[in-house]
């Protein structure tokens, strides 16, 4: 319990964040405050030396050798529209999976329109994409596969590691949607073959809201056109756009404060150990899907298998809405969760949970295992009530 | 000013402020003497920053900028 509220939302955003996250923005502001990259005195050099720092430990977390290929963004949506829009064109046909974000199925949907070919390989009602599948939708002009890494619905883990060694052999790209695992599951970019990686700030890397990033592997950037044009400090002579990173795709002052929360949250995370993140907020979720599996009445979604999931759990109690159960688990028990389609009716629609919903829990490293018994016996009292007299009031 | 004696002094010019932190990191890393300077107006970058070292380091620096930093140049003071 924190302010008297169990929150678990942490897939929408993070709370709370590390100290150290904010520590890092106040210190900015009070004490260096100017625009990076572009005067030359000492504070802007300093403002560079904290934009660079935020590259560097990213770098450090998704095994990228050379932190300038990471390039910042306002947040996953923006880097992944970077990627849909500069690449493909009409006659190009694109790869994903029906468990996507509207981040990537909405530009993808409109990019359609515009004579993008699109195929939307669909997984399993427990959110399972089959690598095989991917396999075999790949065509002679397929120039992308695009795939979240795991479902904001159930926390489905994605096979990307063979879907990599797949694209790799048949010389596609790989963008990857890292907004629900960038810090909190393994991500190398090596190792998983992937091209180009969209990650959002605000989730696990407890960054600020209005921060994220895409990093682009070498020579993949002369493919892809810059989403803004403007001044980046360099070049000043050219009325052309500099075609080098990370100044092509970062045009205009930056969010220095919120970089420099997000580069403190990174080494925050870097230093507790991906392996120790990920060990407790398996051990939440085993925790949340045992305790709910067991009540009557409750419907869980996904594989139902700690191992093969983030910490976002999605389930529905007979005879109420999603909507009704997130309510009074807010106003009675101080439960803090999310109700409905999740930005993602694909997915909603391949678990067979469209157009009503879920209602997700999604526990985060600053959860506590009291915090999830307190959330349960909420949900089980609900589900007790329901089954009794169909409401959800006493 | 024996600082500016010509043949003591080479700077590197990246395209980028970023490139230039960078470079800046690793080359403080393997404990070589630099200075971060404005460009000067006899030579032409990229970008406003460049970084000074002494030019008997020029061999060591280009090693540990291959292939880690984009370098546009490197010319003598
Ligand atoms: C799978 C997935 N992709 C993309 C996003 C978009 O992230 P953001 O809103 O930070 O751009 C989210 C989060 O909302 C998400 O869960």
């Not at chain 1, 109420?320 to 930005?343: I, N, Q, Y």
């Not at chain 1, 009291?370 to 007790?384: D, T």
Request: proline share 6%.
């Amino acid at each position: 319990m924190r302010d008297g509220v169990i929150y678990l939302d942490n897939a929408a955003t993070s709370w709370p964040k590390p100290p150290e996250t904010f520590k890092a923005m106040e210190e900015f502001m009070l004490s260096v405050g100017a625009n990076p990259g572009r005067s030359g005195h000492r504070l802007s050099i300093e403002a560079g030396r904290v934009i660079l720092e935020a590259r560097e430990a990213l770098a450090a977390l998704f095994g990228v050798d050379d932190p300038l290929r990471i390039v910042f963004t306002r947040n996953a949506t923006e880097a992944l529209n970077l990627v849909l829009y500069g690449l493909l064109r009409p006659g190009d046909h694109v790869i994903t999976s029906s468990m996507e974000h509207n981040s990537v199925m909405r530009p993808l949907r409109d990019l359609q329109e515009k004579g993008v070919e699109l195929t939307v390989v669909e997984a399993s009602p427990r959110g399972e994409l089959d690598p095989q599948d991917v396999e075999g939708a790949i065509k002679e002009n397929t120039r992308l596969i695009v795939l979240t890494h795991a479902s904001n619905v159930t926390g489905t883990l994605m096979p990307l590691t063979e879907i990599g060694q797949i694209a790799r052999r048949k010389g596609v790209p790989l963008c990857v949607d890292s907004a629900q695992t960038a810090g909190a599951y393994p991500i190398d970019v090596e190792a998983m073959g992937i091209d180009l990686l969209a990650f959002t700030g605000h989730k696990s890397l407890f960054g600020p809201q209005g921060t994220g990033g895409l990093f682009i592997r070498k020579g993949l950037e002369e493919a892809i056109r810059p989403l803004l044009r403007g001044g980046t400090g360099s070049r000043s002579e050219l009325e052309e756009q500099p075609d080098f990173l990370p100044d092509k795709y970062e045009s205009g002052t930056p969010n220095t404060v919120g970089i420099a929360g997000l580069g403190a949250g990174v080494r925050f995370l870097l230093s507790e150990g991906m392996e120790r993140i990920r060990a407790k907020e398996e051990a939440l979720t085993q925790t949340l899907l045992e305790g709910l599996s067991d009540t009557p009445g409750v419907t869980l979604y996904g594989t139902c298998d700690p191992r093969r999931q983030i910490a976002v759990v999605s389930f529905n109690i007979d005879g109420l809405s999603p909507s009704e159960v997130a309510m009074a688990l807010d106003e009675e028990f101080g439960v803090l969760t999310r109700p409905g389609l999740h930005c993602a009716p694909s997915a909603h629609r391949t678990i067979g949970t469209f157009p009503q919903g879920t209602v997700r829990l999604s526990a985060g490293y600053f959860t506590t295992e009291e915090e999830i018994g307190m959330a349960l016996r909420a949900v089980q009292e609900l589900a007790a009530r329901a089954r009794k007299g169909g409401s959800t009031h006493g | 000013m024996p600082e500016g004696r010509e043949g003591i002094y080479s700077v590197v010019l990246f395209h980028s402020v970023s490139g230039a932190l960078r470079a800046e990191k690793l080359i403080k890393e393997a404990g070589i003497e630099y200075k971060l300077i404005p460009v000067p107006r006899h030579l032409s970058s990229d970008c406003g920053l460049c970084l000074r070292f002494r030019t008997e380091d020029e061999g060591r620096i280009r090693e540990i900028l291959r292939g880690k930093v984009e370098v546009q140049d490197i010319c003598p003071l």
